[in-house]
């Protein structure tokens, strides 16, 4: 009974373990799936209404003047090409309960993309004028 409580222990620390080390390796991407009814604009592209998945890389970050977020038409899948990419300026805020992008309309009727947050994230990532 004891071998059995110790191997179930075990077990549940290296589940844990394993849990951490993928959330850990994970940071260094943040991905969200969302939909748009109007036209947005991010980094000079109009982005139709639709399904996106928006990523943001962690690593592009180190290279100066490298893009770090790409949107994608969903589905994603790996070694589609993004429809649209940007570099952003981090800041840190408040923690987003949800994914939030954060626009202001255009003359024209689109919403140009200014910020965005993922859920969980303290880090507000900004987009410049022309985004």
């Known amino acids: ?28 991407e943040q991905r969200s799936e969302f939909s748009f009814n ?6 000079g592209v109009a982005l139709k209404p639709g399904n996106y998945v928006v990523i943001h890389r962690e690593d592009a970050m180190k290279e100066e003047s490298a893009e770090c977020t790409f ?25 987003a309960k949800d994914f939030v992008v954060e626009s202001t309309q ?11 947050q993922f859920a969980g994230s303290t880090v507000i990532h900004n987009y410049g004028a022309g985004s």
């Not at 109007?38 to 980094?43: D, N, P």
């Not at 949107?71 to 899948?77: D, E, F, L, S, T």
């Open 1 to 28: 009974m004891k071998r059995r409580i110790v191997s179930s222990g075990l077990l549940g620390v290296s589940l844990l373990g394993l849990a951490a080390w993928n959330m850990i390796a994970g940071s260094a």
């Open 38 to 43: 109007t036209t947005f604009k991010f980094a």
């Open 71 to 95: 949107i994608y038409r969903a589905p994603y899948q790996k070694g589609k090409q993004p429809v649209a990419k940007a570099r952003c300026t981090p800041v840190e805020g408040k923690r």
């Open 106 to 116: 255009q003359p024209d009727g689109t919403q140009l993309i200014n910020s965005i």
